[in-house]
C-alpha cells in the first residue's frame, strides 16, 4: 500500500489531513513562503490529538535558498532539539554550499542530533539507561526519528552525487520533484533515482500531486511514497483540503 504524506501549514490544515485519512504529515509553518519552521505548540498540539499520526517536522529558520550561515545553523540545531522535545516522529532538513553541493558539515551536525536522540532511545527501550526519567532528554516514549532530507536536493547541481552523499549521511528519504517544477514533469529523473538508491534511501516524490495524477506519479517512478499539500487557498492562506487527500489516497490505494 502507498503512503500518503501530507503538507500542513497550520493546525487547521492537520485536521483536514486527518479527516482525509492522512496517517503521515509533514508539519511546517507559512507554506507561502514554501515553508518554515513551526512553532513547537502545534508540534505538540498535533501528538495530543492524534495520538497516532506520524509527525514530521520541517526545520528551515527562513524563506529563500538553503545556504545557511553559522548563526543560522545554530538555530536550526536548536530547532532540532526543539522538535524532538515535543514530540517529532521525523525530521526533515536540508542545507547546501554555495556551489549547489550538499553542506555536508552542516547536515552531519544537524544528523547527529536525531541520531543521538534515536540511540538514547534505544537505551530506554532496552532498559539499560538509568536516566530515562529525565524528561527534557526523554519527551515521551521511546521511538525512532526519522531524517527527510528536503526539496533543497532540487537545487543541488549534481544531484546523483547528492544522493550518494545523502545516503551516508543516514538520512531515510529525500523529498525530491526530480529537479523539475513538478513530480510529474521529473518522472524521468525521480525514477534513476529510485532505480540507483537500490533500496538504500526513500525517494518521496513531491510538487504537484494531485489526485489525477498521483498513481501514474508513483506507477512510473516505482516509488512507494508520496508528497503532497493538498491544498487550496482561503482568505489568503494555503489550507489542506480533506476531499482532495481523500481524493489522493483513493487513487493510490484503490
Not at 485519512?21 to 507554506?31: P, Y
Not at 490529538?49 to 527562513?62: A, D, E, G, K, M
Not at 524563506?63 to 532540532?80: I, K, N
Not at 533500496?199 to 494531485?210: A, F, K, Q, Y
Amino acid at each position: 500500500m502507498a503512503l500518503l504524506e501530507v503538507c500542513c501549514g497550520n493546525p487547521e490544515s492537520v485536521d483536514a489531513a486527518v479527516l482525509g485519512g492522512a496517517r503521515r504529515i509533514e508539519l511546517c509553518a507559512d507554506l507561502e513562503a514554501d515553508g518554515l519552521t513551526p512553532p513547537t505548540a502545534w508540534i505538540r498540539d498535533a501528538k495530543s490529538r492524534y495520538p497516532s499520526l506520524t509527525v514530521h517536522v520541517l526545520i528551515r529558520p527562513r524563506a529563500g535558498d538553503f545556504v545557511y550561515s553559522p548563526a543560522e545553523a545554530d538555530a536550526m540545531a536548536a530547532q532540532v532539539e526543539e522538535a524532538l522535545e515535543a514530540g517529532a516522529d521525523g525530521i526533515v532538513i536540508g542545507a547546501l554550499t554555495p556551489e549547489g553541493d550538499v553542506d555536508v558539515p552542516l547536515m552531519e551536525r544537524l544528523v547527529s542530533l536525531v541520531e543521538s536522540y534515536n540511540l538514547a532511545a534505544e537505551l530506554v527501550q532496552s532498559d539499560l539507561c538509568h536516566a530515562a526519567n529525565d524528561s527534557h532528554f526523554f519527551p515521551g516514549p521511546s521511538r525512532r526519528v526519522s531524517m527527510t532530507f528536503h526539496r533543497a536536493f532540487d537545487r543541488c547541481r549534481r544531484p546523483f552525487e547528492a544522493l550518494e552523499q545523502i545516503i551516508a549521511l543516514g538520512c531515510d528519504r529525500i523529498l525530491t520533484s526530480g529537479h523539475a517544477a513538478t513530480a510529474e514533469a521529473g518522472v524521468a529523473t525521480l525514477r534513476e533515482l529510485q532505480r540507483r538508491a537500490d533500496g538504500r534511501i526513500g525517494i518521496l516524490p513531491g510538487s504537484g500531486v494531485t489526485p489525477d495524477n498521483a498513481a501514474r506519479i508513483l506507477a512510473t517512478t516505482g516509488c512507494t511514497e508520496i508528497h503532497a499539500s493538498a491544498s487550496v487557498t482561503r482568505g489568503g492562506k494555503k489550507v489542506t483540503d480533506a476531499d482532495l487527500v481523500a481524493g489522493i489516497l483513493s487513487a493510490i490505494n484503490g
